[in-house]
């Protein structure tokens, strides 16, 4: 049986080596590049159709690279490149931020006294699995499930090595917007002096605190935030092991936004 981390890659792989033919690939699961357990895995998890992708335009998430050579993995109308849009966005609006004082290996901000989004912590999560190796991954969900992780101890996600964060690309909003702002003597006052955090995440996300809460139809779904150790506890090096979580997961990046939200009313 394929582990997540293999279908995922294989994903990458074909959209990044073939742009029509990554249609076919997804349109129709019964093509001949998939072989049978790969197409059972992918039926069963992920796909009963996903719409077509340019895979040659420029990525969701504002790098400016082709989207078949920076997220060739996730579905441009997907939560996960909703939330990719956010993080662009916000280091855009904060990158007057006094980086040297505030850069790699100053991890004093770096506790896990912190809850995000599952949505923040599923963007976390594909990057473990992508980037570390599997007993590290495991490693990481041992010390969760251990429960021996007490508010105010350095974040899981800090490399002990170096101090630097694990997942810096991908860190969650609240980590973002830490940063030394020279005309305070707190670090953690940026929060309350940007004020473009407001206006952030008005279409889809309510505001940065809630970046869990999204609007849809004018209805709005809530989420719970918990601390990042409680979001690992729920996993193995798979996925998560509540069926429901695995299935957002997959949705998550997979899927447009709208099925997401149908898999929350489950
Ligand atoms: S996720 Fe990264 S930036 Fe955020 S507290 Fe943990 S190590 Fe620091
Ligand atoms: S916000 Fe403050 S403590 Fe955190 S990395 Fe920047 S300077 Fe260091
Ligand atoms: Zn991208």
Excluded at 115 to 128: D, H, P, Q, Y
Excluded at 130 to 148: C, D, N
Aim: charged share 25%.
């Amino acid at each position: 049986m394929m582990s997540m981390k293999d279908v995922q890659n294989e994903i990458i792989r074909h959209r990044q080596t073939s742009d029509f033919k990554s249609t076919v690939f997804f349109v129709n699961p019964e093509h001949e590049y998939l072989n049978a357990e790969m197409r059972g895995v992918i039926i069963e998890k992920m796909f009963s159709e996903v719409p077509y992708m340019a895979v040659n335009s420029p990525c969701f998430c504002g790098s400016g690279k082709k989207q078949k050579l920076c997220h060739p993995d996730i579905h441009p109308n997907s939560l996960a490149a909703q939330l990719l849009r956010v993080f662009h966005k916000l280091d855009t609006e904060i990158s007057w931020i006094d980086r040297t004082m505030c850069h790699k290996g100053c991890s004093d901000c770096c506790s896990n006294d912190f809850e995000i989004s599952l949505a923040e912590f599923m963007m976390i999560f594909r990057t473990i699995n992508l980037e570390m190796k599997k007993e590290q991954i495991e490693s990481l969900i041992k010390i969760a499930k251990q429960g021996k992780f007490n508010l105010g101890e350095q974040c899981v996600l800090l490399n002990p090595d170096n101090k630097s964060c694990s997942v810096y690309k991908v860190r969650p909003i609240i980590c973002r917007k830490y940063g030394y702002y020279k005309n305070f003597t707190d670090c953690e006052k940026i929060q309350s002096n940007v004020s473009a955090f407001d206006s952030l995440l008005t279409s889809n996300f309510d505001t940065d605190e809630n970046i869990n809460i999204f609007h849809n139809n004018g209805k709005i779904f809530y989420s719970q935030k918990r601390t990042i150790v409680y979001w690992l506890s729920k996993c193995n090096s798979d996925g998560f092991t509540v069926e429901k979580l695995n299935k957002l997961y997959f949705a998550c990046f997979n899927r447009p936004l709208n099925d997401y939200i149908r898999i929350i009313k489950l």
